[in-house]
T-cell receptor, first 113, second 112 residues
Framework: DTAVSQTPKYLVTQMGNDKSIKCEQN?????MYWYKQDSKKFLKIMFS???????INETVPNRFSPKSPDKAHLNLHINSLELGDSAVYFC????????????FGNGTRLTVT | GQQVMQIPQYQHVQEGEDFTTYCNSS?????IQWYKQRPGGHPVFLIQ?????EVKKQKRLTFQFGEAKKNSSLHITATQTTDVGTYFC????????????FGKGTKLTVNP
């Protein structure tokens, strides 16, 4: 199936731990994103990569580090997790440019206890 | 910075009633996109509007882009329970950025 797939779907962990979320797309898109959706459903962009190059880096704590080994993959590593990091994290991809529709993954619900 | 405002935040309707959500941008947009997120799901792209005054229809959904390209609306005729979800509008950020700025969404619930 052509899609944006991210793993894991659920992640429950304790404060202070380090965790990673993986994302892969087979749509042939050049650009991949990480969005954070908080409890109020607000979707906020965190990072964007185009062909492995970082092009958007919003005001995100440096505990969050994205890595793109190739244009089909964008992973998110989070160090020293905090309670406020609890949210749903969505990976997305698109052709390059703000005019291109986004294709979202199914999301990773992160709960920090 | 650029803001995309969406109202109402919540809308509850009886099945069969119409529903409209409105989106306003603080700046002129090159295009506007609409997404739907079902409960527990992920945002799914519905449509993109590009031209000033453009109107597009998808079955019972009607999308409009304002003449000044700063506002947009989504109207659903005769809602059904399958329409339940949160509807987001989104527009590209100013200054040639790749970033898409999302409104806060309108959560629609439909009473059968």
């Amino acid at each position: 199936d052509t899609a944006v797939s991210q793993t894991p779907k659920y992640l429950v962990t304790q404060m202070g731990n380090d965790k990673s979320i993986k994302c892969e797309q087979n749509l042939g898109h050049d650009t991949m994103y990480w969005y954070k959706q908080d409890s109020k459903k607000f979707l906020k962009i965190m990072f964007s990569y185009n062909n492995k190059e970082l092009i958007i880096n919003e005001t995100v704590p440096n505990r969050f580090s994205p890595k793109s080994p190739d244009k089909a993959h964008l992973n998110l590593h989070i160090n020293s997790l905090e309670l406020g990091d609890s949210a749903v994290y969505f990976c997305a991809s698109s052709h390059r440019g703000g005019n291109s529709p986004l294709h979202f993954g199914n999301g990773t619900r992160l709960t920090v206890t | 910075g650029q803001q995309v405002m969406q109202i109402p935040q919540y809308q509850h309707v009886q099945e069969g009633e119409d529903f409209t959500t409105y989106c306003n941008s603080s700046t002129t947009l090159s295009n506007i996109q609409w997404y739907k997120q079902r409960p527990g799901g992920h945002p799914v792209f519905l449509i993109q509007l590009v031209k000033s005054g453009e109107v597009k229809k998808q079955k019972r959904l009607t999308f409009q882009f304002g003449e000044a390209k700063k506002n947009s609306s989504l109207h659903i005729t005769a809602t059904q329970t399958t329409d339940v979800g949160t509807y987001f509008c989104a527009g590209p950020s100013q200054g040639g950025s790749e970033k898409l700025v999302f409104g806060k969404g309108t959560k629609l619930t439909v009473n059968p």
